[in-house]
């Protein structure tokens, strides 16, 4: 994403609070039977017949459970508003692809849903609502819409915007002597020896989660060719691209994913947000992998002290390598023929628009709004992520050019080779394969 588009979306827009997407707890639920739904000023006429008092049932299915809280003050507050309106809110992370399309095939689509941005837009294009017209669509920053677009059709709204890369913890760092986060990975490997040898663990993986290696692979596909990520992805979805033929594909980003290993945690297919989060908070962990901007509220919620630190990826010896991704990464849709539609158009616009939705983003979820004219959250990953990409560029947001089937295989197979079943080229042969089938027909 370009420089200029990422001070769009961070210092123009509103957000939530921690999804790989991004992010969540791989095992986690939540269901509640809380409320909400608000008129909104000046709605569209699409929505005007959503004043009734009979009462309504809002289902909502969404991942990102790490946002869970927020989103039942969320709904309370909507409650108070509507007291007519019933929202039941459903939310995992690590299946959700797979129950999202149990729900579809048995004819039960949830009144709103989530799904990755960009390419996937498409994939759930059959089910979801144009909002274009609505009010909300007018508030949406510009970088946000644009990762929601089918044509001239808006078929997404973001419950936040999001940076990616290395969250760490600076106190150690200091404490070994590091007085600047490595920039190459010759340097992160130095930084790992030193951390260990002072007793602390270098790294808090997440791999138990299949999403935390599609954060992380974002990051390798941006330095393998930069100025043309939505080319290189497509080529290896019609099967024209090689993993062994990108250096920083199948020799660095395997690099790290066996430094995270070797210097992480004891079972790092146990590992997971949770996990990830505890870790770094305790301050006996300097390093999490595969997580960005969602994470630091619940971070200081455990540890108020921390002195976090964010940055990118050190790829190889190449230090311009070294950026963090910003962007919306994961959209909600709202099911076009919804048998109360009117009632799931007036929430969503009144989530955008009404003064308590406005500064929910920000103070409430913790998050980069999507909307513009509200101010970011006062958190450390945000104002250093945002230094970094004005002093350095923004790496693309390469995981939207895919769909969550393939992120989802992909994930699965670098389990399977940290865990020793596939070894690297075996895992490359699978990942292609993989990219062809899920993705493939698509482009």
């Known amino acids: 994403m370009k420089k200029k588009l ?7 827009a509103i957000a939530l609070t921690m999804l790989a997407g991004c992010g969540g707890s791989g095992s986690d639920g939540n269901t509640s039977d809380t409320a909400g739904t608000a008129s909104t000023a000046g709605a569209a006429d699409t929505t005007a017949a959503a004043a009734s008092d009979e009462p309504v049932e809002i289902n909502i299915f969404i991942s990102m ?3 869970a809280d927020a989103i039942e003050e969320l709904i309370a507050a909507y409650k108070e508003e509507k007291p007519n309106v019933t929202i039941n809110y459903e939310t995992t992370q690590n299946d959700y692809p797979t129950l999202l399309k149990a729900k579809l095939n048995s004819g039960e689509c949830p009144d709103i849903f989530a799904s990755t941005s960009g390419k996937e837009i ?6 979801s609502q144009d909002l274009a017209d609505q009010p909300l669509a007018e508030v949406m920053s510009d970088p946000v819409k644009e990762v929601m677009m089918s044509g001239d059709e808006l078929h997404g709204l973001s419950i936040k915007g999001n940076y990616f890369g290395v969250v760490y913890n600076k106190a150690i760092f200091d404490e070994v002597g590091i007085t600047e986060f490595p920039s190459t990975f010759q340097e992160l490997e130095a930084a790992c020896e030193a951390i260990q040898a002072a007793g602390y663990t270098p790294f808090s993986t997440g791999f138990a989660e299949w999403w935390v290696f599609k954060h992380v692979f974002q990051h390798y596909v941006n330095a393998a060719q930069p100025d043309d990520v939505d080319g290189l992805i497509k080529a290896f979805a019609s099967g024209e691209a090689h993993i062994a033929d990108y250096p920083e594909l199948y020799d660095d980003f395997f690099n790290f994913i066996d430094l995270a290993v070797k210097y992480g945690d004891s079972k790092p297919l146990e590992s997971d947000l949770s996990t990830e989060v505890a870790a770094l908070a305790s301050g006996n962990t300097a390093m999490i992998c595969g997580q960005g901007a969602w994470v630091e509220t619940s971070i200081l919620e455990i540890n108020p002290e921390i002195q976090i630190g964010f940055n990118g ?12 991704i910003g962007g919306s990464d994961q959209a909600l849709r709202i099911y076009k023929d919804s048998a109360v539609l009117d009632e799931v158009l007036e929430f969503c616009n009144w989530w955008y628009t009404s003064d308590y939705g406005k500064q929910w983003f920000a103070n409430v979820a913790g998050v980069i709004p999507p909307i513009v004219g509200v101010e970011a959250p006062d958190l450390e ?6 230094a970094l990409v004005e002093a350095n560029g923004s790496g693309t947001l390469a995981i939207v050019y895919s769909t969550d089937s393939f992120h989802q295989a992909f994930g699965e197979v670098m389990q399977a080779y940290i865990a020793g079943t596939l070894d690297k080229d075996a895992a490359c042969a699978e990942i292609e394969v993989k990219w062809v089938e899920l993705e493939g027909a698509q482009n």
Do not use: H, M
């Open 122 to 127: 498409e994939v759930y294009l059959d089910y």
């Open 6 to 12: 990422l001070s769009v979306l961070l210092c123009a």
């Open 65 to 67: 459970p790490e946002y």
């Open 313 to 324: 990826y050190p790829i190889n010896d190449d230090s311009t390598n070294l950026k963090v």
């Open 381 to 386: 990953v945000v104002k250093q992520g945002d």
